[in-house]
């Protein structure tokens, strides 16, 4: 079984960073892509930024340049370091696993793979 626990959301003035970190856990030999989406209220789940095993990332217009994203593979982690913050960042952000291969099998190949709790993070004006 895999679960995703993410750590580092919290309340941040406008211009402000944040670190998100996202632990995967559960004996785990390697993970496709992993990625980080967030939730507005009353908006629709979408895609922050994802990176794959390789180190090739995406990222959603909006974040292009405020934020990057990073992994370490050996300790099974994703991070998305969040600089210039604005208020329309406020959101739950919630971590993403696609393509998990443990010890125990296969994990989070469905269309949508795995989810972390999700963490918010508050950006005032």
């Known amino acids: 079984q895999v679960q995703l626990v993410e750590s580092g959301g919290g309340l941040v003035q406008a211009g402000g960073s944040l670190r998100l970190s996202c632990a995967a856990s559960g004996s785990i030999f390697s993970i496709n892509v992993m990625g980080w989406y967030r939730q507005a209220p009353g908006k629709q789940r979408e895609l922050v930024a994802s990176?794959?095993?390789?180190?090739?990332?995406n990222y959603a217009d909006s974040v292009k340049g405020r934020f990057t994203i990073s992994r370490d593979n050996a300790k099974k982690t994703v991070y998305l370091e969040m600089n210039s913050l604005k208020p329309e960042d406020t959101a739950v952000y919630y971590c993403n696993a696609h393509g998990v291969r443990s010890y125990s099998g296969l994990y989070c190949y469905a269309s949508d793979g795995c989810w972390g709790q999700g963490t918010q993070v508050t950006v005032s004006s």
């Open positions: 990176i794959t095993s390789g180190g090739t990332t």
